[in-house]
């Protein structure tokens, strides 16, 4: 089925879209015009490619993990920022400006 959804990228939502949409799952496809029109808005937005890769890695007895600097700019974190690190689950974690 064809329809218009809402597409959101790191919690920002881009606008609506036309997309196709299985009955069975709910899973969407959009077209290659759309998917090059969404990534254009992401780049134009800040918001391509913010997913990294990082190491968990140690700093004395505390496991650290790395923010990547695009990630950082992106979300003006600053060094001494107090944030709030919850688990989602047993494989995400939310770090929270606060
Ligand atoms: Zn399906």
């Known amino acids: 089925m064809s329809k218009k959804v809402l597409y959101a990228v790191h919690e920002i939502a ?13 899973e969407q496809w959009f077209d290659e015009e759309t998917s090059t029109k969404i990534q254009e808005l992401e780049k134009k937005k800040g918001l391509f490619g913010l ?8 700093s004395g007895n505390s496991l650290i993990v790395r923010i990547p600097d695009s990630v950082a700019k ?3 974190i600053k060094k001494e920022d107090e944030v709030i ?8 974690i939310t770090v929270e400006l606060v």
């Open 14 to 26: 881009l606008g609506k879209f036309p997309a196709q949409v299985c009955d069975a799952c709910g």
């Open 51 to 58: 997913s990294k890769k990082s190491k968990v890695s140690y």
């Open 74 to 76: 992106f979300m003006k």
């Open 85 to 92: 690190i919850h688990p989602e689950g047993k494989n995400k």
